[in-house]
């Protein structure tokens, strides 16, 4: 154990062909317990003055076993360690999880539940990025939005509240559809929501858009390519903002996306500022498709025919769906038992954070922060 | 009163010597129950024998074809294999095929995301691990798996030259299973610390073993777990 909190990794770096001044290369940590790195996250800097020549991540400090606690859980218990993962984004995990088993068992959620279903995980990834847009702008030095979406996300929360009794693992979904019937006036608040936010994202934008600070901060820094995001398994509002149109809501839509009409925004330059205009935009398509589907949700039932005991047959399955960070895939494997016999999680977090190397090199250290926030991860889902 | 709410007190010891009796009472109840218990399996075998015809009923892996699967069967003849279960396509393929073959899938077929790699233990085959690559492509629009069997000690070549997001993902499979991947530039712990012992994600790891282990070395007792 010691060797880890000792080690500076092997890092295999190049030196500058002419060092800063005559300073020597400087390791030096970030973290684990810094304010920027959103959680417990432990990066090790090789430094030549302010310019980063590498880094190192060190995770698994939020390393709670969630695939091998699956295995001891049947399906049903399991669904809620889901919301734990990436916690500021409970619902889609659920939706994640609920469909691959639906998938295993063969059975498909009524229309009504899927109506349910895709307001509600709209809604989170309104919730999830704003909660992004918060802190990633206070990590750079912008405070005021921070109280601004933490405003607006607190209506979010209030739905889900109103609708399974909990802000944040939420445990909204069940396998076959959801438990809960909205509640009386749901599409109204929606409505609501839908009525009060849409102003609020332009003030987000008036805010830091046009900001000097916010564009010398965010232009031209983390900078990724398409291939190489692609190389790296990087999904997501990252992905997308490096020119790759690509959603998983529309390459391989699940639930009832292919219904809803929405565009999928993309950048230009990779860098972090388009990924906070590719962000921006989402939410404001989220918008429009909670609009088209709480107008359109109809009446029936909202659980399939699921029996009281899940039992999969023998086999195998991969669902992945779009999550506010990137894909999350399941990947679970049945011996037609009522436990799962291995549950694995593709977490987009995980993926993403990898490419923080590649961003970040030859960055200055402030921009390290700048790039840790535009990934947008959530460290209970790096870890698990 | 002091005295009155002491006496209650000692009464409870009592209890407590009483209770070993009643525990003592207790094990020939449980000892009774195993017969029970021997008796169950006979009527609970039987039942599987009226269900088995009933599993066809169940979705089966059916033969994959495409023009992508006759090249490459083609190709490597039974060392690849190709299905398709509920709709999902997956490649089986020999150990010795692999880096070749993700190569090929990459280069030739276009699968340039390598969505994730993993693992699944199964105990009691020979070749106990299952090494899952899962592929999709962006051009094609479409996802498939990879899957190879190995054995307990043996290597995979690693992947990381093809796709870089294999490196993470390699150290993960090989912080959860011990699966050694040959060629992986920095292959460490990732999840764990590195002084962790065994390989969780392994059937044989309990979940209580590291728990019992750990209070044992650290605080010198049972742990009562």
Known sequence: MNDRENAVSNLDLETPEKPYLDSNELIINMGPQHPATHGVLRVILKLDGEKVLGTECVIGYLHRGVEKIAENRTYTMFNPYVDRMDYVAAVSNGLGYCQAVEKLLNVEAPPRANYIRVILTELNRIASHQLWLGTHALDIGAMTPLFYTFRDREEILKIFEKYCGARLTTHAFRIGGCQYETYAGFEKDVKNFLTFVAPKIGEYEELLTTNRIWLERTKNVGVISGPDAIALGVTGPVLRASGVKWDIRKAQPYANYSQFDFEIPTGKNGDTYDRYLVRMEEMRQSLRIIEQAVNGIPEGPIMAKVPKVIKPAVGEIYHSIEAPKGELGYFIVSDGSTQPYRVRVRPPSFVNLQALDVMVRGMLVADVVAVIGTLDIVLGEVDR | ?225
């Open chain 2, 1 to 225: 009163m002091a005295e009155e709410t002491k006496s209650p007190v000692p009464p409870p010891p009592p209890d407590g010597e009483k209770k070993p009796v009643t525990e003592s009472v207790a094990p020939p109840a449980q000892a009774a129950a195993p017969p029970a218990a021997q008796k169950m399996p006979t009527p609970a075998a039987a039942p599987p024998k009226p269900a088995a015809p009933a599993k066809p009923a169940g979705p089966v892996p059916v033969p994959w074809s495409s023009p992508m699967v006759e090249k490459y069967r083609h190709q490597y003849g039974s060392g690849l294999e190709a299905h398709s279960y509920l709709g999902q396509n997956y490649f089986t393929v020999d150990r010795l095929l692999i880096p070749d073959f993700l190569k090929l899938l990459r280069d030739d077929e276009q699968f340039d995301y390598c969505v994730d790699i993993t693992s699944v233990h199964y105990p009691k085959r020979e070749k106990q691990f299952d090494v899952i690559w899962i592929l999709y492509s962006f051009a094609r629009n479409e996802r498939i798996r990879v899957k190879t069997q190995i054995a307990d000690g043996e290597g995979v070549p690693s992947a990381v030259s093809i796709w870089a997001t294999a490196n993470w993902l390699e150290r993960e499979v090989y912080d959860m299973f011990g699966i050694k991947f040959d060629g992986h530039p920095d292959l460490k712990r990732i999840l764990l610390p590195d002084g962790w012992k065994g390989f969780p994600l392994r059937k044989d790891y309990g979940i209580l073993q590291q728990d019992q282990e750990w209070v044992k070395i650290n605080l010198g007792i049972e742990s009562g777990q």
